[in-house]
């Protein structure tokens, strides 16, 4: 597969993630990948911490959820984030 063939065949899901472990090789390959990406003059802004306990990625998703509940109540979400969004 090419990358423009990549690209194109990429899909967004809303869904439910799988719930398989994904495997060792596998996260390494992407935390690597995600490394790599380019970013503004080099800076490379982002740390990456892979974390396999369920009951922490459970209290990490309540926390987001929780957060996101508030700036949509409080009304803030879309002044706080307009810039991501793209309206054509």
Not at 16 to 21: G, L, N, S, V
Not at 25 to 31: A, C, G, P, T
Not at 46 to 74: K, N
């Amino acid at each position: 597969m090419t990358l423009w063939e990549a690209i194109q065949s990429r899909k967004t899901t809303n869904g439910a993630f799988d719930p398989r472990p994904v495997r060792l090789e596998h996260q390494h390959m992407l935390i690597q990948a995600a490394e790599r990406a380019p970013s503004h003059f080099n800076s490379q802004p982002w740390r990456f911490v892979l974390i396999d306990d369920p009951s922490i990625r459970t209290r990490i998703a309540e926390i987001g959820g929780r957060t996101m509940t508030q700036l949509i109540e409080g009304g803030s979400f879309f002044t706080r984030y307009r810039k991501y969004f793209r309206f054509s």
